[in-house]
């Protein structure tokens, strides 16, 4: 009965690779988002789907594209994975009436060799 | 300046005591205001939101809101080993689904037996 859950939990892989994070949530909520936490623990939001359409589109690579087939999943696609990348990756939610209150995914942690 | 700046940290305080959490953000039309707490190799998990001047409380928990010093706090009263974690202060510039949290760089609380 997990909330927000993603997939894989970790992900290793070389560099120039094309990798894919899956992420869904079970809570009814209208609207999804993938943010990317670095090594000092920066928390940046990255994409935000609200009902399936890009709300938010923070200055990130052309590299990585959001890709939301319903409200309850929304994926991110990596292009040509660079150093740079490696990072935990949260997925969360939020539902419309309650202030953008965000509930999130366990993360990924991707590792760029 | 940064949106959202919190105590550099990291913060130290004895179980029991009160643990003083503070944050500040730029934006005067910021909306909504949390809390959110992270354990090591988490995910945050949300802990207190607020969206008007004053106090709220929750258990041990108390934030409070001061829009006009564009200032918010996190108050933990009796303080306990298992509130060890990094806490951060997200702020959103619009009472909607699709407004943006900005969140802050964290600060570190270590609560000592």
């Known amino acids: 009965d997990t909330a927000v859950s993603q997939t894989p939990k970790y992900l290793v892989t070389q560099m120039g690779n094309d990798k894919s994070i899956k992420c869904e949530q079970n809570l009814g909520h209208d609207t999804m988002y993938w943010y990317k936490q670095d090594s000092k623990k920066f928390l940046k939001i990255m994409f935000s789907?609200?009902?399936?359409?890009?709300?938010i589109n923070e200055t990130v690579p052309n590299r990585f594209s959001p890709k939301s087939p319903d409200k309850a999943h929304l994926n991110l696609h990596i292009n040509s994975l660079e150093l740079g990348d490696s990072a935990v990756y949260f997925c969360?939610?939020?539902?419309?009436?309650?202030?953008?209150?965000?509930?999130f995914g366990p993360g990924t942690r991707l590792t760029v060799l | 300046q940064k949106e959202v700046e919190q105590n550099s940290g990291p913060l130290s305080v004895p179980e029991g005591a009160i643990a003083s959490l503070n944050c500040t953000y730029s934006d005067r039309g910021s909306q909504s205001f949390f809390w959110y707490r992270q354990y090591s190799g988490k995910s945050p998990e949300l802990i207190m939101s607020?969206?008007?001047?004053g106090d709220k409380e929750d258990g041990r928990f108390t934030a409070q809101l001061n829009k006009a010093s564009q200032y918010v706090s996190l108050l933990i009263r009796d303080s306990q080993p298992s509130d060890s974690a990094t806490y951060l202060c997200?702020?959103?510039?619009?009472?909607?689904?699709?407004?943006?949290?900005?969140f802050g760089d964290g600060t570190t609380l270590t609560v000592k037996p």
């Open positions: 789907y609200n009902n399936k359409e890009l709300i």
């Open positions: 997200a702020v959103s510039l619009h009472r909607s689904n699709a407004g943006k949290s900005t």
């Open positions: 969360a939610s939020s539902q419309e009436t309650v202030y953008n209150e965000q509930f």
């Open positions: 607020i969206y008007s001047n």
